[in-house]
């Protein structure tokens, strides 16, 4: 089993839309956790970090659910400029490890 | 504030080749990563410094790779001999540490051929 799974998509949603990604994580004793963005060719960008009563940042909310281990990030009204791959990233905080998943890629069509 | 610096950004060396690639993290961060991108797939730690000691090299190809961080500042990650199976992005990543978020490098796209 990966330490952290997403479903890689592609996720096709009209602009407007909303979309809702879940990730998974094995290692229970994790304390950190975010969503970066990573457009093609580019280095990844820290979206959001993901905090244990949930947060939100204009269109994006994250939730964290520690019990069954997964981190959720929905986007309301899609935007063209959405179209990306989010990745999940989990930090052990112990050894400040940051482990990523595989990534779901995200398109927006008008 | 400067990010974190990455050179070169593209290199193209034959197999059995030896490249280096130099990252120069942002100022004041101990944390420094080495990540390996390979196409359609999530980045994947090679190694961790915290300042110039490492933490976690357990997926470092290590009769081929070494990376160091001789001051805590500046790293460099080594291949040699280079095998085509290595054709990635080569990312470079900083950290306050603390469970904080890293901070990446444009990255260095390798092609090995």
């Known amino acids: 089993r990966k330490e952290v799974e997403q479903d890689p998509g592609p996720f096709n949603v009209p602009e407007g839309a909303t979309v809702a990604f879940n990730c998974t994580y094995s290692?229970?004793?994790?304390?950190?956790f975010f969503w970066y963005r990573q457009d093609c060719r580019k280095e990844p960008k820290l979206l959001m970090s993901?905090?244990?009563s949930g947060n939100e940042d204009g269109r994006f909310t994250a939730q964290l659910n520690r019990a069954s281990q997964y981190i959720s990030l929905l986007i309301r009204d899609s935007k063209l400029s959405d179209s990306a791959t989010y990745l999940c990233v989990v930090n052990d905080n112990a050894g400040n490890m940051l482990t990523f998943g595989g990534g779901t890629r995200l398109m927006v069509k008008p | 504030e400067a990010g974190v610096a990455q050179s070169p950004r593209y290199k193209i060396i034959e197999k059995r080749q030896s490249v280096a690639f130099w990252c120069n993290p942002i100022?004041?961060?101990?944390?420094l990563y080495w990540y390996q991108q390979i196409l359609g797939q999530g980045p994947k730690l090679l190694i961790q410094f915290q300042n110039n000691g490492v933490v976690d090299d357990s997926q470092l190809p290590k009769d081929r790779f070494s990376a160091e961080r001789l001051k805590g500042v500046d790293s460099t990650l080594k291949i040699q001999p280079a095998k085509l199976e290595d054709s990635a992005v080569y990312l470079c990543a900083s950290s306050l540490g603390g469970g904080l978020e890293a901070f990446f490098g444009q990255g260095t796209r390798l092609t090995v051929v």
């Open positions: 993901v905090y244990s």
């Open positions: 100022s004041g961060h101990a944390t």
């Open positions: 290692n229970s004793a994790s304390q950190s």
